[in-house]
């Protein structure tokens, strides 16, 4: 694997089609139903453009940011996903050594292998966060959090979003095992905010909520104690017919006044992507299926490589834009226009027709 071979985003596109199966590949791609709120988080996104501005001296660029203490590179979470094993088969481990050796942050999904105190091993150094859905009671929760504690994770995260399993057609179309029952499931839809209270109470450890859609959700969250708000709809893979979440970040943004960061994702998948929600008050951006797509399609090395390429996309639409840091970046930044594509799943990346010279 000569992983610094790949020169762009769609070429990792191509090679993780052309080396997963059909059934993985759908896993990555798919979203709920009529596929609505994955194509609105592309469209919100492509629905935005920049207003440059000129002549001032960006022949430096910062692109790194500060979260939960840590300095990382770039304001950049590798989004927790299940199975990423599918991928890579390491796993979360290799998501996570990824993150480590680039110096972006991970989040880890509780259903992903090797498993919280595997991984933790496997990168000691990043800035580890650890995603739960609830498998079991209270006293199932509380134990996760506290082993999550124990293996030094640096914040503890409950995804909110998912009450119900969702009706993944492309699956159910295939009879795939995924979309069936599912063990313990009605724990996580018996969440309630009387839970978030009592991790608060009980757990020295910044807790984030994941799946935060609206302003009155963000303010909930907050009055609860919560330290930092995922804005999320899943990647359009839970409730269909959502807002894009480039769509739902202003009014977070308004309602959170800067109280607590706000992490984002949702179809942020070339560098420009991650500078609009930065513009538009994120502090972290999730990135998704791009993680599973470089793994499938690299392994680690691979994930390190994609970030490169984030990290040169991000630092020359800084440049471009006339800023050299994230703290001059603002909502003037960007102007409401006309979407160019269909905002399907793959819509950043319009150039996969391109033959390459096949250098892999
Ligand atoms: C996910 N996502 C997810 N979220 C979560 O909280 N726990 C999980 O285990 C998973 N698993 C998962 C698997 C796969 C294959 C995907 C694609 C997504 C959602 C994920 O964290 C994130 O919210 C979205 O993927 C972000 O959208 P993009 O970047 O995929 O467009």
């Known amino acids: 694997m000569n992983a610094p071979l790949f020169l762009t985003l769609h070429e990792f596109v191509k090679k993780a089609r052309q080396k997963l199966n059909q059934d993985r590949w759908d896993y990555i791609v ?7 709120t994955v194509r609105r988080n592309r469209l919100a996104l492509d629905s935005l453009a920049f207003r440059p501005r000129v002549l001032r001296d960006v022949s430096e660029i910062d692109a790194s940011t500060r979260f939960l203490g840590r300095k990382l590179r770039l304001p950049l979470v590798l989004a927790p996903i299940g199975g990423l094993e599918l991928f890579a088969p390491e796993g979360g ?108 109470d009980k757990f ?24 930092a708000i995922y804005v999320s709809n899943h990647g359009g893979r839970q409730l269909d017919h959502g807002r894009g979440t480039m769509e739902i970040l202003p009014e977070i943004a308004a309602a959170v006044g800067g109280r607590a960061p706000i992490l984002i994702d949702g179809g942020f998948n070339r560098g420009a992507d991650i500078v609009k929600a930065m513009a538009a008050g994120a502090d972290l951006v999730g990135i998704g299926r791009m993680q599973c797509i470089g793994l499938a399609a690299g392994g680690e090395a691979g ?58």
Not at 163 to 168: E, I, K, N, T
Request: glycine residues 8%.
């Open 93 to 200: 481990a290799a998501a996570a050594g990824a993150a480590q050796q680039f110096g972006v942050s991970h989040m880890l999904s509780s259903v992903c292998e090797p498993g919280l105190e595997a991984v933790a091993q496997a990168a000691p150094d990043a800035l580890r966060m650890f995603q739960l859905y609830a498998r079991g009671d209270a006293d199932w929760v509380d134990a996760m959090a506290e082993r999550a504690i124990a293996a030094g994770y640096g914040a503890f995260c409950l995804t909110v979003d998912t009450a119900y399993y969702s009706r993944r057609e492309r699956d159910l179309a295939k009879r795939h095992s995924r979309s069936g029952p599912m063990p313990a499931r009605e724990f996580q839809a018996r969440l309630t905010w009387s839970d978030v209270a009592r991790l608060k």
């Open 204 to 227: 020295d450890i910044p807790l984030i909520l994941k799946g935060i859609a609206t302003a009155e959700d963000a303010d909930l969250a907050l009055e609860h104690g919560v330290d």
């Open 30 to 36: 798919g979203g709920t139903e009529t596929e609505t």
């Open 303 to 360: 994930l390190v490589r994609m970030l490169e390429i984030l990290e040169q996309e991000i630092q020359i639409c800084l440049g471009l834009l006339g800023v050299n840091a994230w703290a001059g970046l603002d909502l003037s930044y960007l102007h409401p226009s006309t979407p160019v594509g269909t905002g399907d799943t793959l819509g950043a990346f319009p150039l996969l027709s391109l033959e390459e010279k096949s250098f892999y």
